[in-house]
T-cell receptor
Framework: DGGITQSPKYLFRKEGQNVTLSCEQN?????MYWYRQDPGQGLRLIYY???????QKGDIAEGYSVSREKKESFPLTVTSAQKNPTAFYLC?????????????FGSGTRLTVV | KQEVTQIPAALSVPEGENLVLNCSFT??????LQWFRQDPGKGLTSLLL?????REQTSGRLNASLDKSSGRSTLYIAASQPGDSATYLC???????????????FGKGTLLTVNP
């Protein structure tokens, strides 16, 4: 079945440490997205990418970095510069061939600072 | 700037009741609207996708309507069950937001509890 796989499901980060969240899709979608979800704040866009080797900052990109070396993969690195990284992170994808496509989301990664 | 509001923020109903969740948006220039379900600690599951040219979509006990001109959508759940308990999010896909990206704007969701 086609879908988006996020790993790990839970991740713990020590102060000053960089961690990388994985997102892989087999839907042949060209656009991929990273969202952060905090209680009471809804979903906020971190980064997005529409084609390989190109990505754009979203609304809250500071302290995060991404890469898009393959169409199927869009990993997110939470750097030590992100002062409040504890949150639920969601990856999404869609096709940009027309504007009619909806979005598919992964199952999320919960990141906790210890 | 597009803003999406969902009312109510929380809703508790007895099993078997029919219910309506509301979603409103400020900019009617949208391509489509998508309703999602989110269980605690889980990702988003797409329920229904309504294109801007459509008035409604149905899937099983779910029916979503769209009135683009007034900036409103409703999600109707018939004969609710305890398994329907979850947070329901609506999201509108709007115009370009730099780099030819379609912008997806979410509401904050309605937390639904269906009591046995």
């Amino acid at each position: 079945d086609g879908g988006i796989t996020q790993s790990p499901k839970y991740l713990f980060r020590k102060e000053g440490q960089n961690v990388t969240l994985s997102c892989e899709q087999n839907l042949n979608h060209d656009a991929m997205y990273w969202y952060r979800q905090d209680p009471g704040q809804g979903l906020r866009l971190i980064y997005y990418s529409q084609i390989v080797n190109d990505f754009q900052k979203g609304d809250i990109a500071e302290g995060y970095s991404v890469s898009r070396e393959k169409k199927e993969s869009f990993p997110l690195t939470v750097t030590s510069a992100q002062k409040n990284p504890t949150a639920f992170y969601l990856c999404a994808s869609t096709s940009t061939s027309t504007a009619n496509y909806g979005y598919t989301f992964g199952s999320g990664t919960r990141l906790t600072v210890v | 700037k597009q803003e999406v509001t969902q009312i109510p923020a929380a809703l508790s109903v007895p099993e078997g009741e029919n219910l309506v969740l509301n979603c409103s948006f400020t900019d009617s220039a949208i391509y489509n609207l998508q309703w999602f379900r989110q269980d605690p600690g889980k990702g988003l599951t797409s329920l229904l996708l309504i294109q801007s040219s459509q008035r409604e979509q149905t899937s099983g006990r779910l029916n979503a309507s769209l009135d683009k001109s007034s900036g409103r959508s409703t999600l109707y759940i018939a004969a609710s069950q305890p398994g329907d308990s979850a947070t329901y999010l609506c999201a509108v896909k709007g115009g370009y937001s730099g780099g030819s990206n379609y912008k997806l704007t979410f509401g904050k969701g309605t937390l639904l509890t269906v009591n046995p």
